[in-house]
C-alpha cells in the first residue's frame, strides 16, 4: 500500500461562531500547501468544523515522499579541497548540509571555472514524520485576531485544545501540540455523549461522531439540516422562515446537533415595526422569524436547540419568556422614541461628530440638504421632498431604537415619519437614501429618495477625498467604494443624465475647505470599471469608452453596451485593427494637419473612393449621434471596413511629397474622429 487517509481533529472549547468557517477553510488551506511543500501526494480534501473541533480528512494520501536525484552546486573546486587533496571546511559544511559525502563530488566545469557537484538520491520521508509538523505550522497560520492562552501553558491558540486525534490509515501518528499527545480518540456531542469514541480508521470518522456522539460534523451539511428543518416549522405554522445567509452559518456555528423548537410570542407585540422584531430576534436570540405569504409577520418564530430535549415544552417556555424580554424592550424603545419628534431629534445631530475635519452629522444633513436640492433639480424629483428627507434622514440615528439596533437606520425614520404624517415619498426617502447598502441591494426606488441617496453619498465622498483619507489597500473605514459603487448604480440603473465633474465640484463648494478632489472622479470610475468587469465586460471594451474622458455615467454605460454590440460584428476585428495602425501613424506627426481634406490632392483611386465614403456616412450618422444611438452609429460605421482595408493595401502615407502626406495623414484622422466618437475602437 503506497496511500491511506489521514485524519486530523482538533478538539477544543467553543470556537468563535463568527470565525468558525473562515479558521475550517484556512486550516485546510495551509494544510494544503504544507503537503505540497513537502512533496506529499493526496487525492482530496474534506474540511469539517463544528463548535468545539477543527477537523481535516485527506483522501488517499501517500504513506512517504518519493526518492529524489539531487544535484547541487558547491564551493569553487580549487577552495574545496587542501594541497593534500583533503576536503576543506568549506566543502565538509556544503556536505553536510546536503547529507551528501566526499565520494558524492564531481567536478563542474563552467565559463566561470571549476566547481564541485554533488549528485546522489535523496531518500523519501514518511508522511508520518512529516505530517506533526506540517499541522503545527497550518495551526500557526489560522487567522486568529486574538489569541488565548490557559491553565499554566506558554502555547496559545483561539481557545484551549483539549485533544487532537492523528490517523494516517490504521496508524496513530505520534505528535503532541498544545500539550496534547495525539490519539484515536475523538468526543461526541457535549451531553448527549461526552464520552471518548474511538476511530479505527479515517473513514469511520464521520458515521461514528453522528451515530454514537450526536455530532454532525460537516458544516455544509449541518446549514442544510437547520434550513429544512426551520422551513418544514415555518411551513406548519403557515408560513415561510425568514432565513438570512449570516445567520444561518452563525447558528450553523453555535450547534452540534441542531433541533428547531417553534415558539410563540404576545400577537400585540406586532404592532411594534416587523424589521424591529426580526432584528431582536436574530441578533439577541439568534433565532428566525415567520413570515405570512404576504410578507406580514406571524407571532411564532424558530429557535435552534443544541440538543434533542426530552422535555422539549421547557425549553419552548424558556427561550418564549427571554424573546419575550426582549420584544418587550423593542416595544419600549419604540414607544419612547415616538414621544420626540424627527425634527428635534434632527438637533440632537449637533452632539455628534461625522468625522472631526468635516464637523458633525448636523452639519452633513445641511450639507446633504443643499446637494439634495441640486440633484432633485436636474432629475426632476420635487426640490421640496428632497429638502425634507435630507433634512431628517438622519435624525433617527438619536434614537432609541437605532442605538439598540443600528442596522435599523434609515428604517426607523421611515417608520416615525409615517406616524408624523409626513408624506410616504418623504419616508420612503429616509429608509432608501441608505441604498443600496451592500452588494445586490436595490437602489432607491423614487427621484426623492434617490435624490437623497446620491446626495449622501456625494457629501461623504468629497468631504473624505477632500481631507485627503481616501482608501489605502484594504483600509477604507469610511466605506468610499461602497458608497462610489452605490452612486453609480443609482444613476445607471435609474438613467439620469448627471455630469459628475459639476457634481463634485459644486459638493466640494458647500464645504468651503478644500479645494476640488482631483483624485476622486478617477477612484469612481476605476470602481464603475470594477463593477462592469464583474458584469463580464471586457478590458477591452471599457479602454475604448473610458478613454474618452468621459463624466456621464448613463452615457458611458450606453456606449459600453453599444462597444460590446459591435465587437460581435464580423468587421469589429479588422476595423479595430485598422485604427490602430491609424493612431500609430498619426502619432508620428510631427506638423499640424490641415482640418479639411482637399479633394484635388486625392490621386489614388482607394484614397477617393475612402473620402467619399466618409463624406456619405458623416451625414447618415449625424441624426444617430444626435440621439444617442450608439449602437446604429457604430453599426452604421461596419460598411467602412472594405474601403479603410483597400486604402491601406493600395496606399502609401508617409510619401516624399509633403503636401500629400499631410492630406492623407488629414483623411486618416477623419477616420480617428469619425470610430471616436463613441468609443476608441482602436482599443479592443
Known amino acids: 500500500m503506497s496511500a491511506a487517509d489521514f485524519l486530523v481533529e482538533i478538539g477544543t472549547e467553543e470556537l468563535p461562531p463568527k470565525a468558525l468557517q473562515a479558521l475550517s477553510n484556512s486550516f485546510r488551506q495551509q494544510v494544503e500547501i504544507g503537503l505540497s511543500n513537502a512533496n506529499l501526494t493526496y487525492g482530496s480534501i474534506e474540511h469539517f468544523a463544528t463548535p468545539r473541533r477543527l477537523a481535516l480528512l485527506v483522501h488517499d494520501l501517500s504513506l512517504k515522499t518519493p526518492e529524489q536525484h539531487v544535484e ?69 497560520q489560522l487567522p486568529i485576531p486574538r489569541m ?18 492523528m490517523l494516517h490509515g490504521s496508524k ?16 461526541g456531542h457535549r451531553y448527549h455523549h461526552p464520552e471518548a469514541i474511538e476511530i479505527n480508521e479515517p473513514k469511520e470518522y464521520l458515521g461514528k461522531l453522528e451515530k454514537t456522539g450526536h455530532v454532525i460534523a460537516s458544516f455544509d451539511t449541518r446549514k442544510l439540516n437547520i434550513e429544512k428543518q426551520i422551513h418544514a416549522s415555518a411551513k406548519k405554522a403557515g408560513g415561510q422562515a425568514i432565513a438570512p445567509e449570516a445567520l444561518l452559518d452563525e447558528v450553523t456555528a453555535l450547534v452540534e446537533w441542531p433541533e428547531a423548537l417553534r415558539c410563540q410570542f404576545d400577537p400585540e407585540l406586532l404592532k411594534v415595526p416587523q424589521e424591529a422584531l426580526i432584528s431582536a430576534m436574530q441578533n439577541h436570540q439568534k433565532s428566525f422569524a415567520i413570515v405570512d405569504n404576504t410578507g406580514k409577520m406571524l407571532p411564532s418564530f424558530i429557535t435552534i436547540s443544541n440538543i434533542k430535549s426530552q422535555q422539549p415544552k421547557l425549553v419552548i417556555a424558556g427561550n418564549q419568556k427571554v ?60 426640490t421640496k421632498q428632497a429638502e425634507t428627507a435630507a433634512t431628517l434622514c438622519k435624525a433617527d440615528l438619536m434614537s432609541e431604537m437605532v442605538r439598540e439596533f443600528p442596522e435599523l437606520q434609515g428604517t426607523m425614520g421611515k417608520y416615525y415619519a409615517l406616524a408624523e404624517k409626513h408624506d410616504k ?24 429618495a434617490a435624490a437623497a441617496a446620491l446626495a449622501d453619498k456625494l457629501d461623504t465622498l468629497v468631504g473624505i477625498f477632500g481631507i485627503g483619507q481616501k482608501p489605502t489597500g ?43 478632489p482631483g483624485d476622486l472622479l478617477p477612484f469612481i470610475l476605476e470602481r464603475l470599471k470594477v463593477l462592469m468587469l464583474d458584469q463580464h465586460v471586457s478590458h477591452g471594451v471599457l479602454d475604448a469608452v473610458l478613454s474618452l474622458d468621459l463624466d456621464d455615467l448613463s452615457d458611458i454605460d450606453k456606449r459600453i453596451k453599444a462597444v460590446q454590440a459591435f465587437e460581435k460584428l464580423p468587421e469589429a476585428s479588422s476595423l479595430a485593427a485598422a485604427n490602430k495602425r491609424v493612431s500609430n501613424i498619426l502619432s508620428k506627426a510631427t506638423e499640424a494637419l490641415p482640418k479639411t481634406v482637399n479633394i484635388h490632392l486625392l490621386v489614388e483611386p482607394a484614397e477617393k473612393d475612402l473620402h467619399t465614403m466618409l463624406s456619405e456616412k458623416q451625414q447618415e450618422i449625424k441624426p444617430l ?38 492630406n492623407r495623414l488629414a483623411l486618416l484622422a477623419q477616420i480617428q474622429n469619425i470610430f471616436s466618437v463613441v468609443a476608441d475602437i482602436s482599443k479592443l
Not at 432 to 442: E, I, K, V
Open 323 to 382: 424573546m419575550a424580554a426582549r420584544l418587550n424592550d423593542a416595544k419600549f424603545f419604540y414607544e419612547q422614541d415616538l414621544k420626540m419628534r424627527l425634527e428635534d431629534r434632527a438637533k440632537l445631530l449637533s452632539t455628534v461628530t461625522f468625522q472631526k475635519q468635516l464637523g458633525t452629522l448636523e452639519e452633513k444633513a445641511n450639507r446633504v440638504r443643499t446637494l439634495s436640492n441640486e440633484v432633485a433639480t436636474q432629475i426632476g424629483a420635487s
Open 425 to 448: 415619498v418623504i419616508a420612503d426617502a429616509i429608509e432608501q437614501h441608505y441604498w443600496p447598502s451592500f452588494s445586490g441591494d436595490a437602489v432607491p426606488e423614487t427621484d426623492v
Open 148 to 165: 488565548m492562552r490557559w491553565a499554566d501553558h506558554d502555547f496559545h491558540f483561539v481557545r484551549p485544545v483539549k485533544w487532537i486525534l
Open 474 to 516: 484594504t483600509k477604507d473605514p469610511f466605506a468610499l467604494r461602497r458608497a462610489a459603487i452605490g452612486l453609480i448604480r443609482i444613476i445607471i440603473e435609474k438613467g439620469y443624465t448627471l455630469p459628475l465633474r459639476h457634481l463634485i465640484e459644486n459638493a466640494t463648494k458647500i464645504y468651503h475647505q478644500f479645494d476640488t
Open 172 to 187: 496513530v501518528v505520534k505528535a503532541e501540540l498544545f500539550g496534547c499527545k495525539a490519539s484515536n480518540k475523538t468526543y
Open 72 to 140: 547541487k552546486r558547491g564551493p569553487a573546486w580549487n577552495i574545496a579541497f587542501d594541497d593534500k587533496g583533503n576536503p576543506t571546511k568549506a566543502l565538509e559544511g556544503f556536505l553536510h548540509a546536503n547529507n551528501a559525502s566526499a565520494k558524492d563530488c564531481e567536478k563542474l566545469e563552467t565559463n566561470k571555472g571549476d566547481y564541485v557537484l554533488v549528485k546522489h538520491i535523496q531518500k523519501g520521508q514518511t508522511a508520518d514524520a512529516l505530517l506533526p509538523d506540517i499541522i503545527e505550522q497550518a495551526l500557526k
Open 625 to 662: 449621434i444626435a440621439v444617442k444611438n450608439y449602437p446604429g452609429y457604430l453599426k452604421a460605421l461596419a460598411s467602412l471596413r472594405e474601403p479603410i482595408d483597400v486604402f491601406f493595401d493600395n496606399v502609401m502615407v508617409m510619401v516624399d511629397d509633403p503636401k500629400t502626406k499631410q
